[in-house]
DNA sequence: GCGTAAATGAAAACGGTTGTCAAAATCGGC
DNA sequence: GCCGATTTTGACAACCGTTTTCATTTACGC
């Protein structure tokens, strides 16, 4: 269809991790393409919809956007302090959160999981 | 000192879950204090500084908040078509959580999980 | 009471995202 | 190729949660 749609999907693929509506739309222009803020984020929320693209909030509110999803699911560690993230996966909690469901008659089961703590670097901050 | 951050505290710990800042401002509101949205957020951005709240990002970019030490743990299975909401205990949760956060060398380790389904009830009806 | 510093809050600014709507590109039939 | 209908596009404005500004109010020490 769209070959601007392609054009955001080929940025994607062409970058390592994650990269925000803003910067994909920069580097565009700055490649000469002629392409609106608008449909990039048109094009990332379609791709994101048919499930090529994962979406994800940074702390600061930002969606940032990867191409390639294999639905890898994954949840959260975070720092309290300084805000550190680490993915984690948690395929006790998948199986938990089905069975948890299940049993109380529930189908099409999701979750949201956040783990808080405190990381080493900040409770040795802390400490001091 | 500002017994404005101690109300929105309180707030926080009344509640059972994550609580955005315009929501609290909202229920503070309602109960008739005389406070202001930027007093709502500066005290909040306090206490989270502090590690008295845990803050996280919800899916369309809001910062919800919640009272770190909440008194009686379980999580909830709610159902996405009714709201019908069930308190479920998950031990095996906690220890993989737990499990998670040391893995990485964080402490004082602290998780939200909310599991959405639907409830049989509502299959049915959207069955038929 | 008075002065200083902290707290407050109304309103404006901010920034990422989404909506609007007219223009441009594309499609389908001929 | 031509023409109308549909889709895509993008400049711009609107939106909304959040942050900053700054003048006012409050708290505290004397």
Redesign the interface.
Known sequence: MSNRRNAVHEILRQSEGFRSAQDVYAEMRAEGAKIGLTTVYRALQTLVDSGQVDVL?T?D?E?VYRACASVHHHHH?????CGRT?E?A?P??ER??EA??TE?????????????????AC?AAKAG
């Open positions: 909030r702390d509110g969606s560690l975070v720092c309290r302090r680490v984690v948690g006790a909690v938990w959160a948890v469901g109380h008659g529930f189908t099409e089961i999701t979750h949201t999981v956040e783990v808080f703590g405190t990381c080493s409770s």
